[in-house]
């Protein structure tokens, strides 16, 4: 899969590490976990939109675009993060966010919402649940045209085929430094949401044997809704990219660890973020890794995985939002 043919910027100038948490593994008693530490990618606070934003905004550059225009979450990392590279190109930037029953939108909240206007964000444009997104950045879209400005919209978590190709290089980044490292990772686990991250690194490895190792841990669907979601965007993105498809058992997402719904805490993500910092000093997050990381905890103790086994955890970002979450992460303190 030659992606060079697809223009990109480059928002992080070296690879990003592959750590092993010996804490961690001891703890757990085995697997050999890893972790990929996208939280380290470039622009403002990292995280996994970062690489998607760099086929996307190279993208709206080469369309001639003066405005990115997207949507979230009143907490998004998609959102700080499109803002971010919007900053850094010298383009505006105009957010829908989407208030849910548990996230109400406040203006003055912490986490990412601090930082969409710190970096300046054009336009906030609060919508309620339920609310055809797509159908409100039409509207910002069309109130540009009028201006004789010209936007760019960019879909939910940067997930269409162009920011998938971000997960693409991620894939092979990760196969290099296997090589590098003379370790074989026998399985990944990523979080999975809009599900660009997930159908990037399926379609990535898809040709070595690695392609059927990749386990979504969903933050917002059921097992059936997301690897629906997933295969729907790798048929987009392979018939973009001209190139066959894959075999549907490569497509595995686990809904197991949700919750009650989409940001809303567990006591299991509490644990896993806990657990995590107390071992190792890493932060994960609330809405993704923290899910993601209890997910892969209670997959160790069903005893899915060998002893022996080497996991690769991709640590897709999302720490600002932490700050947003300290009464849930104190009040289960004991
Ligand atoms: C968006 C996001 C994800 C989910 O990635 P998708 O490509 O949307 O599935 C995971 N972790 C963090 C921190 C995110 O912001």
Redesign the pocket.
């Known amino acids: 899969m030659d992606l060079t043919k697809y223009p990109k910027r480059k928002y992080t100038l070296s690879e990003t590490p592959i750590e092993k948490l010996e804490n961690l593994t001891k703890v757990l008693g085995g697997p050999n976990i890893f972790m990929k530490r996208d ?1 380290m990618l470039g622009l403002t606070a990292g ?3 970062t690489r ?1 934003l760099e086929f996307l905004a190279a993208d709206a550059l080469e369309q001639g675009a003066d405005t990115l225009i997207t949507c979230g979450g009143v907490q ?3 959102c700080r993060l499109t803002l971010a590279a919007a900053v850094r190109e010298g383009l505006k930037c105009q957010l829908v966010l989407e208030e849910t029953d548990y996230s109400l939108y406040n203006p003055k909240a912490s986490g990412n919402n601090l930082l969409y206007h710190l970096m300046g964000a054009e336009k906030i444009k609060v919508t309620t649940a339920g609310h055809d997104l797509a159908e409100d950045m039409q509207e910002l879209n069309e109130e540009l045209a009028r201006e004789g400005r010209k936007g760019y919209m960019i879909p ?4 269409n085929e162009t920011g998938t190709l971000g ?1 693409i290089a991620c894939a092979k980044e990760i196969i290099g430094q296997s090589g590098d490292m003379a370790i074989t990772f026998d399985h990944i686990i ?11 690194l399926v379609a990535g490895f898809s040709g070595s044997d690695r392609g059927n190792h990749v386990i ?1 841990i969903n ?1 917002s669907r059921n097992r059936e809704e997301q690897e629906h979601l997933i295969r729907d965007l790798l048929e987009r993105t392979f018939s973009f990219l001209r190139t066959d498809g894959i075999t549907k058992e490569a497509i595995r997402c686990y809904g197991d660890y949700v919750g009650p719904g989409y940001a809303i805490p567990t006591p299991e993500m509490v644990e896993a973020v806990q657990l995590v910092a107390r071992t190792e000093g890493i932060l994960l ?1 609330p ?3 923290g899910k ?1 990381m209890a997910g892969l905890i209670d997959l160790v103790r069903q005893g899915h995985f060998k002893r022996n086994e080497n996991v690769l955890f991709i640590h ?3 720490t600002p ?1 932490l700050y947003e979450y300290s009464s849930v992460m104190l009040s289960e303190e004991n």
């Open positions: 939280d995280g996994n939109k998607k998004s990392n998609h939910v978590g940067g997930s997960y990523t979080p999975s949401g809009s599900g660009g991250t997930q159908a990037g979504g933050v997050d809405v993704y890794t993601a897709t970002g999302g939002a």
